[in-house]
Structures are given as C-alpha cells and as structure tokens.
C-alpha cells in the first residue's frame, strides 16, 4: 500500500514546485518589464524621441532608429518593415499604453 503512495506523493510536490517556480517567473518577468518601461521613459524624456518596449529575446526599449540600425547590422530580419514591428509593442511612451497580455491590468509607473 505504502508503495502506491509514494510516486503519486512525489508527483504532487513535482508539480507544487512547477506551479511555484511559474509564479516566481511571472513575478520576475513583471520586474523586468516594470523595469524596462521605466527606463523607456527615462530614454523619452532625455531625448524627446519616442520608445517603445519589445519583447526579443528579453524586453528592449527602442526607439525607430534602434531597430532601423538592428536591420542594418543583421540582427533581426531586414525583409519586415519597421512598421510591422509596432505590432509587437508591449508598451509606449508616446500613449503610455500598456499592451502587455499578462500586465495590462498593473500599474507599471
């Protein structure tokens, strides 16, 4: 009987120990793009230019020219226009719109 129990106990805590390191993931990802958002404000602010935040490989706040350059150096794909890009805006420091699907409802600033 006790040899029953224990794979379906240690199921249990594997997947308690997922659920917990997701939340701790999200909260983590909400940091960052707190943070990012700030920053893209800051950018806005010295330069008087408009940035926004992507979601890359991590969140990035660029303005037009950023990704205009990240075109001509081959770091992302010089087929898309700039302008397709602004579909994938997570948030904008010209509307301060958070698009964000996760953090739509947080106050970033």
């Given amino acids: 009987m006790m040899k029953l129990f ?12 997922k659920i917990s390191y997701r939340k701790m993931m ?4 909400f940091k960052h793009f707190r943070r990012e958002c700030r920053r893209a ?10 940035y926004r935040v992507y979601l890359f490989d991590r969140y990035r ?3 037009r020219e950023d990704i205009t350059r990240m075109k001509n150096y081959g770091i992302i794909s010089k087929k898309q226009e700039t302008g397709m890009y602004s579909r994938l805006v ?3 420091t010209l509307t ?4 964000h699907p996760d953090f739509s409802n947080r106050k970033i600033i």
């Avoid at 224990?6 to 120990?17: E, M, N, Q, S, T």
């Avoid at 404000?41 to 330069?47: F, I, L, M, T, W």
């Avoid at 301060?96 to 698009?99: D, I």
């Fill in 6 to 17: 224990k794979p379906i106990l240690k199921a249990i805590k594997r997947l308690r120990y």
């Fill in 26 to 29: 999200r909260l983590q990802s």
């Fill in 41 to 50: 404000e800051r950018y806005a602010a010295e330069s008087n230019k408009r």
């Fill in 61 to 63: 706040a660029l303005s």
């Fill in 90 to 92: 997570l948030y904008d």
């Fill in 96 to 99: 301060h719109a958070n698009t």
